[in-house]
């Protein structure tokens, strides 16, 4: 029998065991080449993980998108018709709503680390002012203790009042270029629901310090509630934890401000950026 | 396999049946299956279809540009005002810090309850009982409780504007395009601001029903001013803008 015809046989046998065949024995082939050790490693590196994650599967999305970033774009509709002295001149305003965004992130930076010290207790006795409870003593804490605290808080109550005054003049930017128009109507209502969640955050947040302004706001909210027909009450036991303002109203509006708005509140910023980035910038035209 | 040699399911064979020529391929399954993702199927081919036409036939460059790209011209622009934005952050809570009020007590009522400024236009629309209608009907009783009427209105200015888009439609992008609307904008804007006035009323010194009609008639007005200046800017602007869009596009 010749070599060849025994080793054929062999092979056939080999892949009706489906033992690993030469041709997918990716060491071996790595190794038979002359390659230089960054090379090498590289190949070992990549050959490892595809192992365990098929990454050759994911590859051709990961080139379409290095060569998406990285493509010239298109002429834009200023540029081709030659509108540059009508659209930059406004251009400020077309930054508003990356300015709430940035805005929101700083907030969310500063408000993280202002959790570290908060405590939303309305417990008394935390510390020697009078009517003063645990969540109004952490925040003096903070403005007196911490180191940079008080900047802290200042910058996260700016950052606040900024992204929401940047939320409102977007809208109005939005709504003066039309930019609302088809195909763009489903961004428009995000931006309606994004808007009154800012607020929602803005109120939440509010109420935090459990200082005067925060305790007459917070009667105003939960008025507010009792009076919508049919299900005010029950609207103010979920969102105040009563009738009146007690420890679990803080307890609730301390939740709603770092659990459930953010979570939230970024899913949708995520969905309304992707928007934007999918149908491009309206300019007006 | 049974005598009528068709795979069984019962778990009486192994069920396993050999890819063959007659195996639809996934194509052929998407084609063949029923109902909605049917429908869907089909839609995606024409929609495919229509673009593939659309594309064939255009004789406009202008086709392959919807919007300004987001990426990298937006975004690299932004960048820049970011750090402008940062700073001034940093600027304001340095120069403005933010105070804290006296402790909660419910005993005592401050003289002044306010919200923050960006929800004094909805705290406004809750004291708008003096426009609750009251109907002869019922002997002057009104139709619904005070506060009631203030949720109602808030929801209906949100809802007013979440419905926006369907209401105006079409490719005007410029408010010299299209002064009602425009003028709609500014009636909006400047309620927004005069309701919020009207809120804080106890701060302000004018007289309370003078201020109350003042939040409704100075919106008004201004949308008025605003239609009338578009209106009489429409005619140049729309020339200058036509002449140099139709040079460059010119009608088939």
Redesign the interface.
């Known amino acids: 029998m010749p070599a060849g015809a025994a080793v054929a046989a062999a092979t056939e046998v080999v892949a009706v065991a489906i033992e690993p065949s030469d041709e997918f024995d990716q060491v071996g082939w790595m190794e038979e080449k002359e390659l230089t050790p960054v090379e090498k490693g590289y190949l070992f590196v990549l050959i490892w993980m595809d192992k365990r994650f098929r990454i050759v599967d994911y590859l051709e999305q990961l080139e379409t998108m290095y060569y998406r970033?990285n493509l010239q774009?298109?002429?834009?509709?200023?540029e081709?018709?030659?509108?540059d002295n009508k659209f930059w001149y406004w251009?400020?305003l077309?930054?508003l709503g990356?300015?709430s965004a940035?805005?929101y992130l700083?907030a969310a930076l500063s408000g993280a680390l202002l959790g570290f010290y908060y405590s939303p207790s309305?417990a008394a006795g935390a510390c020697n002012?009078?009517?003063?409870?645990v969540a109004?003593c952490t925040?003096?804490g903070i403005?007196t203790d911490v180191n940079f605290g008080?900047?802290l808080?200042?910058?996260h109550?700016?950052?606040a009042q900024?992204m929401?005054?940047a939320v409102?003049l977007h809208?109005?930017r939005v709504?003066?270029?039309?930019?609302?128009?088809?195909p763009?109507?489903l961004n428009?209502?995000i931006g309606?629901v994004l808007i009154?969640l800012t607020?929602g955050f803005?109120?939440t947040g509010?109420l935090l310090?459990?200082?005067?302004?925060?305790?007459?706001?917070g009667?105003?909210?939960l008025?507010?509630a009792?009076?919508?027909?049919l299900a005010g009450e029950w609207v103010a036991q979920l969102m105040f934890g009563g009738f009146r303002?007690t420890q679990s109203t803080l307890q609730r509006m301390y939740i709603l401000h770092v659990f459930l708005l953010p979570f939230i509140v970024t899913a949708l910023i995520a969905i309304h950026?992707a928007i934007?980035?999918v149908?491009?910038?309206?300019?007006?035209? | 396999m049974s005598e009528d040699n068709e795979p069984r399911t019962d778990g009486s064979g192994t069920g396993i049946v050999p890819p063959d020529d007659e195996t639809p391929s996934w194509r052929e399954r998407k084609e063949r299956r029923q109902g909605l993702a049917r429908l869907t199927y089909e839609y995606f081919e024409r929609a495919r279809y229509e673009d593939q036409t659309l594309r064939e036939d255009s004789s406009y460059v202008e086709r392959d540009v919807l919007g300004f790209p987001a990426w990298p011209h937006e975004t690299i622009r932004n960048l820049a005002l970011t750090s402008f934005l940062v700073g001034m952050l940093i600027i304001l809570a340095a120069t403005m810090p933010r105070h804290i009020e006296p402790a909660a007590d419910s005993s005592t009522t401050p003289a002044i309850i306010l919200p923050d400024w960006y929800l004094y236009w909805s705290f406004g629309l809750l004291k708008l009982e003096a426009l609750n209608p009251e109907l002869s009907i019922l002997g002057g009783q009104k139709l619904m409780q005070d506060r009631t009427y203030g949720v109602l209105a808030n929801l209906v200015v949100v809802g007013a504007i979440a419905i926006v888009p369907f209401l105006n439609k079409g490719s005007a992008r410029r408010p010299v395009e299209e002064p009602l609307w425009a003028a709609v904008g500014v009636f909006g804007a400047v309620f927004a601001f005069t309701i919020s006035a009207y809120s804080v009323n106890n701060l302000i010194p004018v007289e309370r029903n003078l201020l109350l009609d003042l939040t409704f008639l100075l919106p008004v007005v201004c949308g008025i001013i605003a239609y009338a200046v578009l209106k009489a800017m429409r005619e140049g602007y729309m020339f200058e803008l036509n002449r140099r869009y139709y040079r460059l596009r010119p009608p088939r």
């Not at chain 1, 009792?226 to 027909?229: D, E």
């Open positions: 970033i774009m298109p002429k834009s509709h200023t081709q018709y030659n509108l251009y400020p077309y930054a990356s300015f940035i805005a700083v309305t002012v009078s009517n003063a409870s109004y925040i003096a403005m008080f900047m808080r200042s910058i109550f700016w950052s900024v929401t005054a409102f809208m109005l709504y003066f270029t039309g930019a609302y128009k088809e763009r109507e428009w209502l309606v009154s607020m803005g109120y509010y310090p459990w200082d005067q302004l925060s305790f007459w706001a009667q105003i909210g008025e507010m009792l009076s919508i027909p303002l950026i934007v980035w149908q491009g910038i309206a300019e007006p035209h």
